[in-house]
């Protein structure tokens, strides 16, 4: 069952006041088409100022309204933030007192650590599913619960106990820099990290490194994305003799980070270097699985997936013939790992729309929304290339590109 979402609870506590819509619109102030949108669940969020007068005109806490935003967060609706994303603050960010007590904690113990290991599968599931609403309910609750778990560990059971919250962590820091909440996602996995150590796992510590590489790509913080990603990977380095999948897919997403980050720095022979090693280890991988309790981007690593990293190093170079030439290796996805995938194909639209072949680049933009609207409604990158098709074209917009434009935000 859902949870209630603030449409829901105003709904509620209206009724309880023996209002109808037109009175309680009339004893905040505000419109009665304010009052149905937010009670039939439609796009736009509302601003705190907004939910306080209903608050005043209801007599009850302006909290009392606050409910499940996911979907204001997952459409990437204007003015989401922050009610939107207040109860994963609250899980990643809880406010202590004097005691270091956390305000926020789960009533009773956490379920068995097998229940939590399956509940951050699924959430895993759901994200790299694109069901970015899914995952913004489901990961909070988890995470009070896995911390409440690790608070209860013993001596033995404490490093898979700091292993599953590292890995819940992670995830959670990946979700929120979809989102584009970037201060938020740098303390999830700044927190991972210190779990990471806790837990004595080198595999999950690589990974989350990752994920932090990726953070501070998108923050513009590029050498220090290479620098952490290259030091990490010689850190961690594998005996291909007898590395496990595991090993060596972490070991290869950094190295594949340390690359993206050089190419993106201009410093494309070096990026090239980094991803031959990748591709290395992806053939000493093989068909083997990872396995073991890892997010799904671990198993993710193999060599299609560097092929992608070349294809987009060559998309950042600039040079729309070469990611053509090379997506051809590239096989038909969708992928496990779905993100990954969906960017490379931004990358083929965007050599395609480079290169003016206006209905191939905007035919897979197409598939990407119908397969993953609420990922490319997130990327800046879609409405640059919605742009350049708009301005290439010189003519008015078609009814597809129209419904495009709006999907990712881009204003004509």
Known sequence: MSNPTTGDNLARLRRAAKLNQEQLAERAGLSVETVR???????????????HAFARALGVHTSALIGDMSQAAARDEP??????LAEIRRAVAPVRGLTGVALTAPVGDPPPADTLRAKLRA??????????????????????????????????GEPAAYALLARTLHLTGNLLIQLRAGDLAQTALTDALTAARRSGDQVVGATVVQGLCWLLMRQGRLAEAAELATSTADQVEPRFSRATPGELAAWGWLLMGGAAAKARDNQPEEA???????????VRIGERDP???????????????VQMA????????????????????????????????????LDVAW???????????????TG?????????????????????????????MTDNLAALADLVGYTN
């Open 123 to 156: 959430v895993d599931r759901a994200y790299q599913g694109n069901d970015y609403a899914t995952a913004l309910t489901a990961l909070p609750p988890l995470l009070l619960d896995v911390r409440a778990a690790v608070d209860l560990a013993d001596s033995d």
């Open 291 to 305: 396995g073991g309790e890892h997010l799904l981007m671990v198993g993710g690593f193999d060599a299609d997936r």
């Open 37 to 51: 949108k937010l009670e039939q669940n439609k796009p736009g969020a509302p601003s705190l100022g907004t939910l």
């Open 351 to 365: 050599a395609h729309a480079a290169r003016r072949q206006f209905v191939e680049s905007e035919a897979i933009l």
């Open 79 to 84: 003015d989401h933030q922050p009610l939107s």
């Open 272 to 282: 090239a270097e980094l991803v031959n090693a990748a591709a290395a280890a992806a």
């Open 310 to 345: 070349r294809v987009e190093n060559a998309a950042v170079a600039g040079d729309p013939g070469r990611v053509l030439t090379l997506a051809e290796a590239v096989p038909p996805g969708p992928t496990p790992v779905g993100s990954s995938w969906q960017r490379h194909r």
């Open 368 to 396: 990407l929304g119908h397969l993953a609207p609420a990922w490319l409604r997130h990327q800046r990158y879609a409405r640059d290339i919605v742009q350049t098709i708009d301005v290439g074209r010189r003519r008015a």
